[in-house]
């Protein structure tokens, strides 16, 4: 009895140094994910093909989120009837998702990467607690250009997508609503997300990580100075006047269907689920591809 005691103690002692370790470990994977190896090439290779040969691109330099720059482009193409500000995925940047602006033709497009870690990659990534005053500064940068604010839509995905949400809040509280959102795959809060990525590493062992993961939101929050408890896009979501449509595969397990369907419930917006498409594969494998979905939305919303 007395060495099965003391093996239950060692591992006890094991258990709580492992987790405590974790937690220091895991703070860096949130907060300095890599990003993209793109060249100048790559990026003036997107932003050619998008200009197409009637459109064209300006340059503008803003002020993001606790106060770091912003280097925000904007797609001007002739007829257009308003802006589609798209807000990329973790770990990606603007070029990651301003191939959307494809679908898009009779709408300007604005792309800009969050924290502006594109330029300055030592800046921590918040999954939304300091990125919704990127978008919020988008925003008012637009509106100070001319652009009336039911002119403008948010096309998101993924952590952009619960960004989206978060910054919605911000602005309808300053000023009312955008002209629309359309969301593929919110993650429901930071909590969640946190729980969501490493089950996918550590599958039904993930439990067992549960104190390493508590430790290590909090040090993330004090290192980057937020609060981790107040990065909810579910409960950004609750009372939004913007119009909004959701987009999200039922075999997702980066961002389980549940934590949309929440989300969907509490905002009142309509929810369209592919069968069998996992973690952003929804808008390739809806019936008619992405456009096809979002053309009816805009419609509705006077785009």
């Not at 060495?3 to 470990?25: D, H, Q």
């Not at 459109?55 to 308003?82: I, M, N, Y």
């Not at 593929?184 to 439990?207: H, I, K, Q, V, W």
Request: charged share 20%; hydrophobic share 45%.
């Amino acid at each position: 009895m007395r060495r099965l005691l003391s093996a239950l103690f060692a591992l006890a002692i094991f258990y709580a140094a492992a987790s405590m370790a974790a937690g220091f470990l895991l703070p860096s994977l949130l907060l300095h994910p890599p990003s993209p190896a793109r060249t100048l090439a790559d990026r003036d290779a997107v932003l050619a093909l998008l200009a197409g040969k009637d459109g064209r691109w300006t340059e503008h330099a803003l002020q993001g989120g606790g106060g770091v720059p912003l280097d925000l482009f904007w797609l001007h193409r002739p007829g257009s009837k308003g802006v589609a500000i798209t807000l990329h995925g973790f770990g990606d940047d603007a070029w990651g998702t301003a191939g959307r602006l494809a679908d898009l033709p009779d709408l300007d497009g604005a792309v800009f990467t969050f924290r502006g870690r594109d330029l300055h990659p030592d800046e921590p990534c918040t999954l939304g607690a300091h990125e919704q005053w990127d978008v919020v500064s988008a925003v008012r940068f637009l509106e100070a250009n001319g652009v009336r604010r039911n002119k403008i839509v948010l096309v998101a995905a993924s952590q952009g997508a619960g960004v989206a949400l978060l910054a919605l809040r911000d602005l309808e509280q300053e000023g009312g609503p955008l002209g629309g959102a359309l969301l593929e795959s919110p993650f429901m809060d930071l909590r969640d997300a946190a729980r969501n990525d490493l089950r996918g590493t550590l599958g039904r062992f993930e439990p067992l990580a549960r104190p390493a993961e508590r430790l290590a939101l909090w040090r993330a929050g004090c290192v980057a100075g937020f609060d981790p408890d107040a990065v909810s896009p579910l409960e950004a979501s609750r009372g939004l006047r913007t119009p909004m449509a959701l987009l999200a595969g039922d075999a997702d397990t980066i961002t389980p269907l549940p934590g949309i369907q929440a989300i969907a419930a509490a905002s009142g917006a309509p929810l369209a689920v592919v069968p069998g498409a996992g973690h952003l594969e929804a808008g390739r494998r809806i019936t008619g591809g992405w456009r096809a979905w979002a053309d009816p939305k805009l419609r509705a919303w006077g785009f």
